[in-house]
């Protein structure tokens, strides 16, 4: 089975703080992807990486960036986290692309909060 | 651009009966994917169900199936004999069949309560 691990269930930062999420498969997938979800806002896409050292914004990169520097890891990076990027943080993984029907999996999710 | 409306945010099913998760996505694309998944409280997502859009033919997956009406646009995820287990948030996901990065554009979400 596909394992996506993220490495904090839980966090909680403070305004103004660089913040690091990792996240981990073990699968050799090519695609990672970080969303952030929102209640009554579904997943939205931060930032998608299909290659090492390759990453491509989402639909709501502001206040985020990335870094892929190894195949598994796939880190966001808050660079200056602020109260509106309390949120749920959901990190996955898929087999390239030209398997179009592969899934994506999903880690556990980071639950970050910014007071 | 496209986008996936799940327009019930919650739902409730008795156990053991069936219940209808609805799912419509706009699109100008003939060839796409599409995909539930399924979030129960411990958080994980996982996946449901998946149909292409070039099948005919409805995606079953033991108690789960879909009706997939793709002149309606219209994706929808069919639940029976519901269990306790099944009580979850569960989301609709569209992806584009010519994408080369598995991008999904996900629906925001339907809860469903399970009453024993």
């Known amino acids: 089975d596909v394992k996506v691990t993220q490495s904090s269930r839980y966090l909680v930062k403070r305004t103004g703080e660089k913040v690091f999420l990792e996240c981990v498969q073990d699968?050799?997938?090519?695609?990672m992807f970080w969303y952030r979800q929102d209640p009554g806002l579904g997943l939205r896409l931060i930032y998608f990486?299909?290659?090492?050292?390759?990453?491509e914004k989402g639909d709501i990169p502001e206040g985020y960036s990335v870094s892929r520097e190894k195949k598994e890891r796939f880190s966001l990076i808050l660079e200056s986290a602020s109260t509106n990027q309390t949120s749920m943080y959901l990190c996955a993984s898929s087999l390239l692309a030209a398997r179009r029907n592969q899934p994506q999996h999903f880690g556990d999710g980071t639950r970050l909060s910014i007071l | 651009a496209q986008t996936v409306t799940q327009s019930q945010p919650e739902m409730s099913v008795q156990e053991a009966e069936t219940v209808t998760l609805s799912c419509t996505y706009d699109t100008s694309e003939s060839d796409y994917y599409l995909f539930w998944y399924k979030q129960p409280p411990s958080r994980q997502m996982i996946l449901v169900i998946r149909?292409?859009?070039?099948?005919?033919q409805n995606a079953t997956e033991n108690r789960f199936s879909v009706n997939f009406q793709k002149a309606a646009k219209s994706f929808s995820l069919k639940i029976s004999d519901s269990q306790l287990g099944d009580a979850a948030m569960y989301f609709c996901?569209?992806?584009?069949?010519?994408?080369?990065?598995?991008?999904?554009?996900f629906g925001q979400g339907t809860t469903l309560q399970v009453k024993p």
């Open positions: 996901a569209y992806r584009h069949g010519s994408s080369n990065t598995g991008k999904l554009i």
């Open positions: 990486s299909y290659d090492v050292k390759m990453k």
């Open positions: 149909q292409e859009a070039y099948k005919q």
């Open positions: 699968m050799d997938h090519e695609n």
